[in-house]
């Protein structure tokens, strides 16, 4: 493939299964990604001369989030199989025919089309995934598996989704994320922390809030939880900070340290009743290991989450919230509290755009890249990197809700899809007349425009 091809790259499009699915995130209703396709494709030079590679820099497709019934959940370490895997393709495919289509008649004057997995569609990887979308979306189609980093431009020009500078949604084994299951059965995927965190709460909650993990900055929907619904929903964020980060967050204004944990805690090694509750619903759920764990005490603050986690999905949902319930009076956040639940699934608990930042910097540190792409974070962000080079992250093609400072929002609040707006972000990179690459971040639709 010649590098002198003009390279277009999106991120985090979340692609579901369309107007039957409450959950999809992506932006289609006004057919934007078709237009943005055959616009490309029919009214700029290098579109018509075949000159151009579409890359779709993670997260291209909602696997994580679309038709929850094909995923059977064997353990928390393990996602989908092949199999299953395919069944969520056909929602996405039965939902967005035609953004297959469209795919397909960009490339039929010679313009590349690349997807590069992101931690919602690792389920790239599997063969008979590829193969399905090469049916429906051209025999050209090509995939960008199992490496971190995705160079063009003779390495001046490096793209990374950014999953693997977090800690909620790295994997172990990236490079190989296909599995096989210890005592034999079906391969499956390995499964990041905030996939199961999707699996457990997340896809659950969106069936009656479709736009709540669409809150900024990093997503704020711990805010909106912990102040609207009591339910069991702050233990819940405790849980999981803690299983992620291994400390406990700061969820309350002016700096009061969160004792969620500390009250959790307490019931755990004051009341005998509820640590036979506990014991009971580990009975139930059949967690040998983490009943082990939880009778052999001494029960700490990592004990805990694990067992809370554990049992997260395991048992019904309301017994779940019944027992963990803090009774907590609820708080409000301020729109620069960065610690929330939903950030754990967007972006982690630190500060994604820093994060992104450093990543860039080091990799051109490291390779002497001019450009560096990335996303996850669905913060867009153009940053001058020291030694010449320049970050860019166009965010995402998703519904959003930034806070400002002082603003409030209710569970209610969420329902209302008219609140969000959206700005569909590409970054276009193509070299110069002397050589150099040039490279911009432009808009294709905003609304409000």
């Avoid at 399905?132 to 979306?137: F, G, K």
């Avoid at 754990?344 to 608990?349: A, H, I, M, S, Y």
Wanted: glycine fraction near 10%; charged fraction near 25%.
């Amino acid at each position: 493939m010649s590098d002198d091809r003009v390279t277009l790259i999106v991120s985090d499009l979340h692609v579901g299964g369309g107007s039957a699915d409450p959950g999809d995130d992506h932006i289609y209703q006004g057919g934007q990604l078709v237009r943005f396709l055959d616009q490309q494709a029919t009214q700029t030079p290098e579109g018509l001369l075949g000159r151009i590679e579409l890359i779709f820099n993670g997260d291209f497709l909602e696997f994580a989030q679309v038709n929850t019934a094909a995923y059977s959940h064997p353990s928390d370490r393990h996602w989908c199989s092949e199999r299953e895997s395919l069944a969520k393709l056909d929602t996405i495919v039965g939902g967005h025919p035609e953004i297959f289509a469209a795919l397909a008649r960009f490339q039929d004057s010679g313009n590349l089309v690349t997807i590069a997995a992101g931690n919602h569609d690792v389920d790239l990887c599997w063969p008979a995934v590829q193969q399905r979308l090469r049916e429906v979306a051209g025999a050209g189609l090509r995939f960008e598996v199992g490496a971190t980093w995705v160079e063009r431009h003779d390495g001046r020009l490096q793209i990374g989704h950014g999953h693997m500078d977090d800690p909620a949604n790295r994997f172990e084994h990236w490079d190989a994320p296909i599995r096989p299951l210890e005592g034999g059965g079906e391969p499956r995927l390995e499964m990041c922390p905030g996939t199961l965190f999707m699996v457990k709460f997340v896809n659950r909650l969106e069936s009656r809030y479709p736009f709540a993990d669409n809150l900024l900055p990093v997503t704020k929907l711990a805010s909106v939880l912990l102040r609207d619904d009591k339910a069991g929903l702050a233990s819940v964020a405790w849980t999981f900070v803690k299983f992620v980060s291994g400390t406990s967050p700061t969820v309350l204004q002016s700096g009061t340290t969160d004792d969620i944990g500390l009250r959790l805690l307490e019931r755990a090694r004051d009341d005998a009743g509820f640590r036979a509750a506990v014991e009971a619903a580990l009975v139930q759920a059949g967690l040998t290991q983490s009943l082990a764990r939880w009778r052999a005490g001494p029960i700490d603050a990592d004990t805990l989450a694990a067992v809370m986690l554990g049992l997260l999905g395991q048992v019904d949902e309301a017994a779940w919230q019944a027992l963990f319930e803090t009774r907590h009076d609820g708080v409000t956040l301020g729109a620069n509290d960065d610690v929330t639940l939903s950030a754990l699934v967007r972006g982690g608990f630190e500060d994604g755009k820093k994060k992104l930042r450093t990543a860039a910097q080091d990799r051109v540190d490291e390779t002497g890249a001019r450009v560096v792409v990335m996303g996850h974070t669905h913060q867009v962000d153009q940053f001058d990197l020291d030694g010449g080079g320049v970050y860019f992250n166009p965010g995402c093609w998703t519904r959003y809700l930034e806070l400002k400072p002082g603003q409030k929002v209710t569970l209610d609040d969420l329902r209302d899809e008219s609140i969000y707006p959206y700005a569909l972000n590409y970054v276009r990179v193509a070299p110069g007349a002397d050589g150099a690459l040039e490279a911009e971040l432009r808009c294709f639709e905003r609304s409000p425009a």
